[in-house]
């Protein structure tokens, strides 16, 4: 989560499956016979103890509806405007309990709606606080699993989930819950690896073909930018900030970030920024409107950006310069 952190420490890329009974049933406890359920109930305990650190109340079916949008592909019910204010409202409700809570009782169960009688979400109506703000975590712990390129089984993360609620007794030993981390640690970095091979493979090729089009400029520093319209504004300098209009997408196409979704133009310090933007924005008058062709290198590298940008990933962005902030 972007601003109450749900603080899942897991390295993430690419995608995700997940298993799940179809049975209109309750959720059963795993059998922990495979490393799929085991290590998915450990993450779900990790989800559980954020939430329970939160001591707000959650509704689980939102919950699952926010996680089941993005693991299914499914349009968001809520707009990126709309999430973005019930974020900084959260933020605040979470500040004034921290603010005013007392010594908190370790054994005290943390409110949560549900039905027990299925394991099946059903779409929320979104007519309460509690529904917006519990589908939007939703959707962050969605997009945490899908930038895993691993099995998820749902029923065990939910378990894992309501064991710490419900301050039932974990199904797991610290012991080997504790081996389980490491293993899926080493798994997780494995991948990582792997994919970023396969990204730098899958950009070196798309960067050289690229440079050839009509219209494309390469850079010394191996950006590569396509003027859309030159504006006939002042060029900023590093020490300006900037407002901008922006879009960015990966290689296939897919939009990970845009300003238009958040409702309003991007403005920061232009120093601030990943490389690529330094430069390019220093080429461009107020006015302009470019689209950049980004190397790794001049973005965010072999780490990448969890989790829409995967290790050594070229990027793609339009950019607008706005205007030059005083």
Known sequence: MRNAALAITIALFTTVQFSCGTKEDAVRKPKMKTFVEQYTYMMGLDIGRTFKDMNMEIDFNALLWGIQ???????????????????????????????????????QTVPFSYDAKR???????????????????GLDIGRTFRGMNTEIDYNALLWGMQDILKNRLESLPPVVLD???????????????????????QGEMFLAENKKKPGVITTASGLQYM???????????????????????????KEFDSSFKHGAPAVFPLKGIIPAWIEALQLMNVGSKYKLF???????????????????????FEVELLEIEK
């Open 179 to 201: 081996s389980i981390k490491r293993e899926f640690s080493i798994k997780l970095q494995q991948l990582q690896i792997a994919a970023g091979a396969e990204n730098s493979k």
């Open 227 to 253: 003027v859309i319209n030159q504006g006939k504004g002042p060029q900023p300098k590093l020490t300006d900030k900037v407002k901008v209009h922006y879009t960015g997408t990966s290689l296939d196409g």
């Open 69 to 107: 949008d993005i693991l299914k592909n499914r349009p968001e019910l809520l707009s990126p405007v709309t999430i973005d204010s019930i974020q900084r409202e959260f933020s605040m409700k979470l500040q004034q309990m921290q603010m005013t809570a007392g010594a908190k009782n370790s054994k």
């Open 294 to 316: 980004v190397p790794p290198n001049l973005a965010y590298g072999e780490r990448g950006k969890s989790p829409a940008i995967g290790p050594n990933s070229v990027l793609v």
């Open 119 to 137: 394991s099946a979400a059903t779409k929320p109506e979104m007519k309460t606080f509690m529904e917006q703000y519990s589908y939007f975590i």
